[in-house]
């Protein structure tokens, strides 16, 4: 009898981990919804003050999140049949701002795997305001938004554009970008890219499984990947900056007046850089120590599996 199950659990837990996967990446808010399929189970609005938070934890669902200058927090469910007698949903409006937490009537286990939920999270806030948001199984994306923002999905995607204020986002399975956010910038994920476009101010950008692409100015930089490439075009003063891949090239575009105490590392690769060098101390194919532009900030770059090609723009 042990044999058996023990031969089941061998068959059964793979096809359950892909059916995991496929689930938690199939929909989210940057594919067309089928509205057939979603309609509004509840709206909520709150009154509420400029610069208080906004706090959602979900066990499931997509987060879709804009501004309006108004002083309100509008709270839209969406879901299909089903939803309504599935998940529970608790909302407070207090003196530090607005709370909402979704849960699964009956948990998670085993034997509702497959009772998927279809569930989705349409929030408007005010424009300067604080959010923080946590999801099991959706994708998030928020616009418009000044004020501190904290992000997390255990399997989605998330997208920012036009934020302002110190911003932490991770995500376990998914991909993570932002287009015109400034402010301090932490974005972590295990298993996706990592996007930055016009940032300006300090970044941490860090994944396991792949690229990292960023584009702005004004901030001290650091790009770790362990397994895809790094591409930095920097603009401004340099606040020092630390790239590193473990899989990949490392490619990074500076200002032609950049100036920086250099060392770069590439174990698996060459080093091509055209900046002038001034008191250099170790220069070869895969080993750059030395002064652009008289020196500055550190700017180490270090791969292990390609190349380095460092270039004025």
Known sequence: MKNIIKFCMTLF????????????????????FDNSHYSVIE???????????????????????????????????LGDEKTEKKVNIKYENSDEGVSVIAKRRDGWNFFNFGSEVKLRFEVVLPD????????????ILLS??????????????IKLKNTNGETFVSTSGGDVSSTNSAGNLEFKTSGGDVHIVKFDGNVD???????????????????????????????????????????GDVNVQLPANFAADAKM????????????????????????????????????????????IVRSK
């Open 128 to 139: 300067n305001y604080n959010v923080k948001v946590s999801t099991s199984g959706g994708d």
């Open 43 to 77: 709206e909520k609005t709150f009154n509420t003050s400029p610069g208080k938070e906004f706090n959602l934890e979900a066990s499931s669902g997509d987060v879709i999140i804009s501004t309006s200058n108004e002083p309100q927090v509008i709270v839209k469910v």
């Open 144 to 157: 418009n938004l000044n004020g501190k923002i904290k992000l997390h999905s255990s399997g989605g995607d």
């Open 205 to 247: 950008a860090s994944t396991s499984g792949g690229d990292i692409f960023l584009n702005g100015s004004n901030g001290k930089v650091r790009a770790h990947t362990s397994g895809g490439e790094v591409s930095l075009i920097y603009s401004g003063n340099n606040y020092g900056i630390d790239l590193a891949s473990s899989g």
């Open 265 to 308: 590392y590439a174990s698996g690769g060459d080093i091509k850089c055209n900046f002038a060098a001034t008191n250099a101390q170790n220069i070869s194919a895969s080993k750059y120590e030395a002064q652009l532009n008289n020196g500055g900030n550190p700017l180490v770059v270090k791969s292990s599996g390609g190349d380095i």
């Open 13 to 32: 837990l793979p096809v359950i981990f892909v059916l995991l996967s496929f689930s938690t990446f199939a929909c989210g808010p940057y594919m067309e």
